[in-house]
């Protein structure tokens, strides 16, 4: 079945006055516009478009590349509003209209905003939505604590920095992890460096950092400031005994571990020990 929406590739089944029509394995067939349609071609041959639904909601195919596909979130720029809603630039002839009623706050023309692309069941339309909270669910999650995601930054709080996660879940960076310049709607790559039990995800954007900060030794040292009320009397300048007899590592591990949480801001190396932040 040809999916709308998304990138579909198609074979070119007959040529007519109007364009090209294409088809699937299961007989479904869309047309492609001669606006649209490759100087050369061959029927039979496979070609690779995008499908949506045109003004009389009928299936249309392009070749035109979409800045957006169903389900995922962008950010674009609002061409024009009217009585209707909004209008998005998303990189085809026709506009995507974000309705009043999907609107977090009024819209307003030649501004950015994040959204989100739906289906409209009732009206088997593309349709998109500025309420992203509503489309993100951290209920079910589709990660797991290491796994590298994709990102979008989506709102700076007090906290660092909202992201949608792999366009379905939300996540957080805190601002002491980040040591780079942020906007709204930049694409990111990032790790998923915790789980909590509330499901709330804890992202990180550094892969050497994450995997050094979630090192078994660098736990083991997290966990004894846990312990001992956030602080442990040992330093770079401790013997190798004491730092066995507390942690069971190496001196060379554990200035290794402690260079690793200070570097991440976790820790605060005082004269007679290590404190946690």
Same mark, same amino acid.
């Given at each position: 079945?040809?999916?709308? !929406? $998304?990138?579909?590739?198609?074979? #070119?089944?007959?040529?007519?006055?109007? !364009?090209?029509?294409?088809?699937?394995?299961?007989? &479904?067939?869309?047309?492609?516009?001669?606006?649209?349609?490759?100087?050369?071609? /061959?029927?039979?041959?496979?070609?690779?478009?995008?499908?949506?639904?045109? =003004?009389?909601? *009928?299936?249309?195919? +392009?070749? *035109?590349?979409?800045?957006? %596909?169903?389900?995922?979130?962008?950010?674009?720029?609002?061409?024009?509003?009217?009585?209707?809603?909004?209008?998005?630039?998303?990189?085809?002839?026709? $506009?995507?209209?974000?309705?009043?009623?999907? /609107?977090? /706050?009024? %819209?307003?023309?030649?501004?950015?905003?994040?959204?989100?692309?739906?289906?409209?069941?009732? +009206?088997?339309?593309?349709?998109?939505? =500025?309420?992203?909270?509503?489309?993100?669910?951290?209920? $079910?999650?589709?990660?797991?604590?290491?796994?590298?995601? =994709?990102?979008?930054?989506?709102?700076?709080?007090?906290?660092?920095?909202?992201?949608?996660?792999?366009?379905?879940?939300?996540?957080?960076?805190?601002?002491? $992890?980040?040591?780079?310049?942020?906007?709204?709607?930049?694409?990111?790559?990032?790790?998923?460096?915790?789980?909590?039990?509330? =499901?709330?995800?804890? #992202?990180?954007? /550094?892969?050497?950092?994450?995997?050094?900060?979630?090192?078994?030794? +660098?736990? *083991?040292?997290?966990?004894?400031l846990d312990e001992n009320s956030g602080f442990i009397a040992?330093? &770079?300048?401790?013997?190798?005994?004491?730092?066995?007899?507390? %942690?069971?590592?190496?001196?060379?591990?554990?200035?290794?571990?402690?260079?690793?949480?200070?570097?991440?801001?976790?820790?605060?190396?005082?004269?007679?020990?290590?404190?946690?932040?």
């Open positions: 079945m040809i999916a709308i !929406g $998304e990138y579909n590739v198609l074979k #070119i089944v007959r040529h007519t006055s109007v !364009g090209l029509f294409l088809g699937d394995n299961d007989g &479904d067939e869309v047309l492609l516009p001669n606006k649209y349609c490759p100087q050369d071609y /061959q029927l039979g041959e496979d070609i690779r478009v995008f499908v949506y639904p045109d =003004n009389q909601g *009928l299936k249309i195919a +392009t070749n *035109l590349i979409p800045k957006i %596909l169903l389900n995922e979130f962008c950010l674009l720029k609002v061409s024009a509003v009217n009585d209707i809603g909004a209008f998005m630039d998303w990189g085809l002839d026709k $506009e995507l209209l974000v309705p009043f009623k999907e /609107q977090r /706050q009024k %819209l307003q023309e030649g501004r950015w905003y994040i959204i989100y692309l739906y289906m409209d069941e009732k +009206t088997g339309r593309l349709v998109a939505s =500025n309420k992203l909270e509503k489309y993100l669910q951290n209920e $079910e999650l589709t990660v797991e604590e290491g796994q590298e995601v =994709n990102l979008m930054v989506m709102q700076k709080t007090d906290m660092g920095f909202s992201v949608i996660v792999n366009h379905k879940h939300k996540g957080l960076i805190f601002q002491n $992890e980040v040591f780079r310049s942020l906007n709204i709607g930049d694409k990111l790559v990032g790790y998923v460096k915790k789980i909590r039990e509330d =499901n709330k995800l804890d #992202i990180s954007l /550094q892969t050497t950092s994450f995997k050094e900060y979630n090192d078994k030794n +660098t736990q *083991l040292i997290l966990t004894a040992l330093t &770079d300048k401790s013997l190798p005994e004491d730092i066995y007899d507390l %942690l069971g590592i190496s001196k060379k591990a554990f200035k290794k571990s402690i260079g690793t949480l200070y570097k991440l801001k976790k820790i605060i190396l005082e004269q007679e020990g290590i404190r946690k932040v």
